[in-house]
């Protein structure tokens, strides 16, 4: 597990380098670091209060004062998305603010979609033939029609 507040590789809770809560508001466990660029840092993770708790937590770097105008506001904006439901659109469960080691941080929890991205892919398999293509369009507008819907 990862602290949500110093980023420093723990087992337990509090945290054995911090002595803070090694938990994102009390209830998500980072488990693996995905990407990190200068403003948003992004973990594989888990929600410790649902059985189906696989997670996408991204940390969105932001002064205290921005982040929470920015948390209500993200709130009023993913509200309609958390009851969005096709199978190409991550389910998004909240926006929260919370203290860290680099400042304060805003964190976007989304359901977590495991797989190779794109170039991956491309990379493992080669180009796909047409008929595969049309098809992940096809996905895409359909999932691209449901969110234009809400």
Not at 63 to 74: D, F
Not at 93 to 101: D, E, K, M, N, T
Request: with cysteine.
């Amino acid at each position: 597990m990862i602290c949500a507040y110093c980023r420093a590789k723990t087992h337990e809770s509090p945290c054995s380098n911090c002595a803070r809560s090694s938990q994102l508001a009390g209830r998500y466990r980072l488990l693996q670091e995905i990407s990190d660029n200068d403003d948003i840092l992004s973990y594989r993770g888990e929600d410790s209060s649902r059985s189906d708790s696989h997670v996408l937590a991204q940390n969105i770097r932001l002064r205290r004062v921005a982040a929470t105008a920015m948390a209500k506001r993200l709130d009023r904006v993913l509200e309609p998305l958390s009851r969005t439901h096709h199978p190409g659109i991550p389910r998004t469960r909240r926006a929260l603010i919370s203290p860290g080691s680099e400042g304060t941080g805003l964190w976007i929890i989304r359901e977590f979609i495991d797989g190779p991205t794109l170039a991956e892919a491309v990379e493992r398999h080669g180009a796909h033939p047409l008929h595969v293509v049309l098809d992940l369009l096809e996905g895409l507008l359909s999932a691209l029609e449901t969110l234009h819907g809400h």
